[in-house]
């Protein structure tokens, strides 16, 4: 089931909230877990069993991690429980991938398994895992109640599509959190806000990617067109999803962690990176690159180390080596940038090394698309005129201009200017007219994504790998 649903928005949403909040406290978890569920269970039968078996794992682990504490066999059970996950996760996401790759390299036969990937598998095993680990580490208590640890694991705001929401930032949440009117309001504002994200911009964006690949005129200015079209598609449908999970969190009393932190307006990968979905790098950074000894350590063990998170950020994102190549990409530029790159980006005006994050950026995301790595060279050599394409096409810019205002909304967008200018009139005489029309404004927002979606419109779901 998907936010970005008419079923999600009027069918599911609506008596679930209802529910929610006619019962005590002490029957909102039960609530929310049934509901997480059966949303769940609506597009992923018989995988629910496989996430009430990572989260009964995850609960098991923590017990035994906590009751053998002082003995050996603490450890003995972390290494357990991470096992049981990565096995989990590698079984369903990587198995064919692994036999495609034997069969690539020593021209074997072995047939493929064919395993329907489980939605959110990626997201909720990293959080199994964080739970554990924490738990191990003694920076989280053992939860001795499995109805709060499920359903922590399986809350439907961040099932499927994160952001990676730790156990620790809602441990406490999960037997005592607050609701008010206030957090409603910001909730459902930003879930609308999210919504609109996703459907009215990310959507488009897919649409004109779509128009692109189907193209029978391409030329090096459409190349491009489409590579800023696919970071701008995967930007807003990523930072939508976040959005929306953090506004149906904050309804149910949940406060989730931001997740995206206008990368776009960065000067450096470094910074790209600590600003485009912080969960996963956040987490990368705690629980293996530390581990690993971070930059705490001799220079190619630093770069061994570099190496190690970013082949692993690369194919979590999905089982093919365009990903991998796309983290490594990632990884040569984090590295150049700590080694001396960095140094020389600080000297240049800002715009230059603006400029330079984001040609890296769009080059990444066209890697990030690819189909196979022999499309990736197509469609670099393409971008860069080494394919013999013309400069420009009529359809290319038919296509520009037909596209041009929403490429301007979302560049626009993609920037903290609207957010400022919004707390500005917030903070001055007009405030009071901003908060009343606010409630216009989405409700208004709120109407045209229903009547898109209605329509049938373009509704791409790009976490089916994950």
């Not at 609506?42 to 009751?67: K, N, Q, V």
């Not at 002082?70 to 991938?97: C, E, N, P």
């Not at 599509?161 to 008010?180: C, D, F, M, Q």
Request: charged residues 10%; glycine residues 8%.
């Amino acid at each position: 089931m998907l936010f970005s649903s008419i079923t999600f928005l009027f069918y599911f949403l609506p008596p679930v909230l209802l529910l929610y909040f006619a019962v005590p406290f002490r029957a909102k978890n039960l609530v929310l877990l049934l509901a997480s569920l059966l949303f769940y269970f609506y597009g992923e039968p018989i995988y629910t069993l496989l996430l009430f078996g990572s989260a009964l794992s995850a609960y098991i682990h923590g017990l035994l991690i906590a009751r053998f504490r002082a003995t050996k066999l603490s450890r003995v059970f972390l290494v357990s429980s991470i096992a049981v996950s990565l096995m989990i996760l590698g079984f369903f996401k990587y198995a064919d991938f692994a036999i495609e790759t034997v069969n690539g390299i020593l021209g074997t036969g072995i047939g493929l398994l064919n395993i329907a990937l489980p939605i959110g598998i990626s997201f909720y095993t990293f959080q199994t895992l964080s739970y554990t680990i924490d738990v191990y580490r003694k920076k989280a208590q053992v939860q001795k109640s499995f109805l709060k640890l499920f359903t922590y694991v399986a809350l439907f705001p961040q099932l499927i599509a994160g952001p990676i929401v730790r156990y620790t930032t809602i441990e406490n949440e999960l037997s005592l959190r607050k609701h008010s009117l206030a957090d409603a309001a910001y909730g459902a504002g930003r879930f609308v806000l999210g919504l609109g994200k996703k459907v009215l911009l990310a959507n488009a964006f897919g649409l004109f990617c779509t128009e692109f690949r189907a193209s029978a005129a391409p030329s090096v200015l459409y190349y491009w067109l489409y590579a800023i079209a696919f970071c701008l598609q995967v930007y807003f449908d990523f930072s939508g999803y976040s959005d929306m999970a953090i506004g149906l969190g904050r309804i149910f009393g949940f406060k989730f962690l931001e997740n995206f932190d206008y990368p776009f307006i960065s000067t450096s990968v470094s910074e790209f990176w600590r600003r485009w979905h912080i969960s996963l790098g956040a987490w990368f950074r705690d629980y293996l690159y530390i581990p690993l000894g971070g930059n705490r350590v001799s220079l190619p063990r630093w770069l061994f180390n570099i190496l190690v998170v970013w082949f692993l950020t690369g194919l979590w994102h999905g089982a093919s080596w365009n990903f991998v190549v796309w983290g490594l990409f990632f990884a040569v530029f984090l590295a150049m940038e700590k080694l001396f790159l960095g140094r020389v980006l600080q000297k240049l005006p800002k715009f230059v090394s603006h400029m330079y994050l984001l040609i890296v950026v769009v080059i990444s995301f066209v890697i990030f698309n690819a189909g196979s790595i022999a499309e990736i060279g197509t469609d670099l050599s393409s971008m860069f005129g080494l394919a013999g394409l013309p400069f420009s096409t009529f359809e290319t810019r038919y296509a520009l201009s037909s596209y041009a205002v929403l490429f301007v909304v979302a560049i626009l967008g993609c920037t903290p200017l609207v957010s400022r200018l919004y707390k500005r009139i917030q903070n001055n005489k007009l405030g009071f007219c901003a908060r009343a029309v606010s409630p216009l404004v989405l409700a208004a927002l709120l109407i045209l994504i229903t009547a898109y979606l209605v329509d049938g419109g373009f509704n791409p779901f790009l976490y089916f790998r994950f």
